[in-house]
């Protein structure tokens, strides 16, 4: 692609070229997939060259997994839920507020460029369609700030321990995008840990 973003007509659909590709099943481009009921599938000018300035993903949770903090760099982002009722919380940077929106079938909310947000099922099952107005969209996760950002330097900026942010921050090993990641690093003792079962109960010595 050498533009993107948005355009105000169909200037990037030749009409010598013919009808180019309009359809493509969101199913065949997976975007994330924790498990398979927590997923999302993405649509982009990449699987449909004529989608300049847009691009679609189809999120899919259960209760107890969140769509983790991040933020678009490059786009809005429009979500409207298909079903079930989801929180999704917002960071206002502006007025330094958080917002949470509690909405349900057919109810939409309007995200801001590069605005700090989130979402979280209240239903068992929640599915969401989710519209940006880049047909690249980028996404900065939560959990690559975290684990890149050395624990001393929330030592020096926040005054919070560095060894305590680096144990409560082991769990976040990638990127996590759906979470909670799947497997925690807690778990799994370590080399300087001794773990015994006594009446089928782990100690750590």
Do not use: C
């Amino acid at each position: 692609m050498t533009k993107s973003g948005f355009v105000p007509n169909n200037t990037n659909i030749k009409k010598t070229s013919g009808t180019p590709n309009l359809f493509i099943d969101s199913k065949d481009n997976i975007f994330f997939e924790r498990d398979p009921e927590n997923i999302a599938y993405k649509v982009t000018s990449t699987q449909i060259p004529a989608m300049v300035g847009g691009a679609f993903v189809d999120l899919h949770l259960t209760k107890g997994n969140i769509r983790e903090p991040h933020w678009h760099p490059n786009a809005w982002e429009l979500d409207v839920v298909v079903s079930g009722e989801a929180i999704i919380s917002i960071v206002n940077p502006n007025t330094i507020t958080l917002h949470n929106y509690r909405v349900k079938t057919g109810q939409v909310v309007f995200i801001p460029m590069a605005w700090w947000h989130w979402i979280r099922p209240v239903t068992e099952k929640l599915h969401l369609h989710l519209f940006f107005n880049n047909d690249q969209f980028e996404s900065a996760e939560g959990s690559d700030m975290l684990r890149l950002t050395p624990p001393e330097v929330f030592q020096l900026a926040y005054g919070v321990d560095a060894k305590e942010i680096a144990d409560a921050l082991l769990p976040v090993t990638e990127s996590v995008v759906i979470g909670p990641p799947a497997k925690s690093a807690r778990s799994t003792p370590r080399a300087n840990e001794i773990s015994i079962n006594i009446n089928n109960k782990s100690i750590k010595i």
